[in-house]
């Protein structure tokens, strides 16, 4: 039975929600979520004639789509692990080296490089500055060419999460829950550097994305949010069938409107775009060819 609790002070009201009534509000959030998720793939023919389907693909594609997935995912991991966003940028771009360096030395039959473009917006809030960064800090540390990069570890790590300092571009205004840009810009902690490689080197592994998903679902703590990881995966899966960067623009700010029409949580509205914003950035960072 849920049970409210309500006080006054100074004559006004206050309304405690139950933790039982937290749960209902949880529920109904991925409720909403997963309708969204369900329609996704038919909200993306009108931007290409193609419908998502991952057993269809050739194995070229299911590794492109992890490598853009996880770099989305990484952030989602850190968010859910209450890290701030700053850490949790930085956990993505992390996954993204770790899963493309793990593509080149252990998936012979492909190429990997980096480009140096991002998403041109219209107009950039948060969201949008950070699904740019999330670009510019892989092509930053690996300084444009992934010859670079010989080696993954927990040195690569802390090197990323560093590197989110200096290719950030957002203005000094205040972070939700109280957080701000300075907060974010704290030296990074070993504990919480060894947090993120576990979680990258085990994501780095994936090169297929219905296991990435499912492994990334057991690795978040709250099932809750295991939707927006099916969420996210919906959408990789319908980017890479798209396959024009114009009409993925279009089709995500449709997703994005549908998003605001959940009435979801400011937190979980946020997470979700921020997710997708990773993603499509990812899509045209990542250059991988078959040899």
Not at 80 to 103: D, K, M, N, V
Not at 141 to 161: C, K, P
Not at 183 to 199: G, I, M, R, S, T
């Amino acid at each position: 039975m849920s049970v409210m609790v309500s006080a006054c002070i100074n004559n006004d009201e206050v309304v405690v929600a139950s933790d039982g009534e937290k749960e209902l509000i949880s529920l109904d959030e991925s409720v909403a979520v997963k309708h969204l998720t369900a329609e996704m793939s038919t909200m993306a023919l009108r931007y290409s004639d193609v419908r998502c389907s991952t057993r269809s693909w050739r194995n070229f594609w299911r590794r492109f789509a992890t490598l853009v997935y996880n770099d989305a995912c990484g952030y989602a991991w850190g968010r859910r692990q209450g890290l701030p966003w700053q850490l949790s940028l930085g956990c993505g771009a992390a996954a993204s080296l770790f899963t493309a360096f793990h593509l080149r030395e252990v998936e012979l039959s492909v190429s990997v490089s980096v480009s140096d473009e991002v998403v041109g917006y219209k107009s950039k809030t948060m969201i949008e500055n950070i699904g740019q960064a999330h670009n510019w800090t892989v092509f930053t540390v690996v300084d444009g060419n992934m010859s670079e990069l010989d080696d993954v570890n927990e040195e690569l790590v802390a090197d990323v999460n560093n590197t989110v300092n200096l290719v950030i571009d957002m203005p000094s205004v205040s972070f939700r829950n109280g957080e701000t840009i300075a907060d974010a810009l704290d030296p990074v902690e070993e504990e919480v550097v060894k947090q993120e490689y576990d979680f990258v080197q085990i994501m780095g592994q994936m090169v297929d994305i219905d296991v990435a998903n499912e492994k990334a679902c057991s690795l978040i703590a709250n099932a809750d949010y295991s939707d927006d990881m099916y969420f996210l995966k919906e959408y990789v899966c319908n980017i890479i069938d798209i396959n024009d960067k114009a009409q993925i623009r279009l089709f995500t700010e449709e997703v994005n409107d549908g998003i605001d029409d959940l009435g979801l949580s400011p937190d979980r509205t946020f997470d979700l775009k921020t997710m997708i914003a990773i993603a499509e950035n990812s899509y045209l960072l990542w250059i991988i060819s078959e040899k």
